[in-house]
């Protein structure tokens, strides 16, 4: 089945406040990267690949988003900002019904992903026909990034945060940069059941992985290989994303 044959909708995640970006009135997938904000080359991206009902979940400064659109896409206030799993949970409640499959992405470091990526994603998740599929990318440093577990036959075991990871796993540079496509069925049916962390008090949605895996749902990955991609959370970042797309845009 090819994504024509599909029902595909886009959920991109920008409620979060990103306090180490110091923007107190905007919010920073409002921020112009390479002369446009942020959020824009993300939306852009979404139609180039014809994935739409796109669904933008807003919260800290949503008006500095909201003002970037023109009617042409739907937006989730998620009014408590609880973690990610919970911002899908709350993109869910206004995506149309007939939507099947969903294309989740991080309003912060999308603009750096290409057509072929995503297509790449998408066909490999309905081809597959999977409940959950994600996007793994390797890069120079992961410091502070999830690492993708593997057995040693290359099967999926999971993601350690770096918080929880030994010495060995710190060591994997196939990181997880929160690139998903799901089953909308999927997330109905098990978003439910992602427990809060105790040390943050918030919902993450790659707690999906680990619930699918047990659950024997078909949890399945598509390795981008060394992609450009920068997640924006400091200035610093900030400043490092600008002279990325630059050199790719």
Request: aromatic share 6%.
């Amino acid at each position: 089945m090819s994504t024509q044959e599909r029902n595909l909708g886009a959920i991109i995640l920008a409620a979060g406040k990103g306090k180490r970006m110091e923007s107190k009135t905007v919010n920073k997938v409002a921020l112009p990267l390479g002369g446009k904000p942020m959020i824009l080359h993300t939306a852009e991206l979404l139609r180039e690949v014809d994935v739409s009902p796109i669904v933008i979940v807003i919260g800290f400064a949503k008006d500095s988003v909201k003002g970037l659109f023109n009617g042409d896409v739907l937006f989730a206030e998620q009014k408590k900002r609880l973690g990610t799993a919970h911002a899908v949970g709350t993109a869910l409640k206004e995506l149309p019904q007939d939507v099947e499959d969903v294309l989740i992405l991080q309003g912060d470091d999308s603009a750096f992903y290409g057509q072929d990526t995503i297509r790449r994603l998408l066909e490999a998740h309905i081809e597959r026909t999977a409940a959950f599929t994600f996007l793994t990318i390797d890069v120079d440093n992961p410091q502070g990034l999830g690492r993708i577990v593997r057995d040693s036959k290359g099967n999926l075991q999971g993601i350690v945060e770096e918080k929880d990871a030994t010495k060995e796993q710190k060591a994997i540079s196939e990181i997880n940069p929160a690139c998903y496509v799901a089953n909308v069925n999927f997330l109905k049916k098990y978003l439910p059941k992602v427990r809060k962390s105790p040390v943050t008090g918030e919902y993450y949605l790659t707690s999906l992985i680990d619930i699918g895996i047990r659950n024997n749902e078909k949890i399945q990955t598509v390795r981008g290989g060394k992609i450009h991609w920068r997640g924006v959370n400091t200035k610093e970042e900030f400043a490092e994303a600008e002279k990325l797309i630059t050199k790719i845009k």
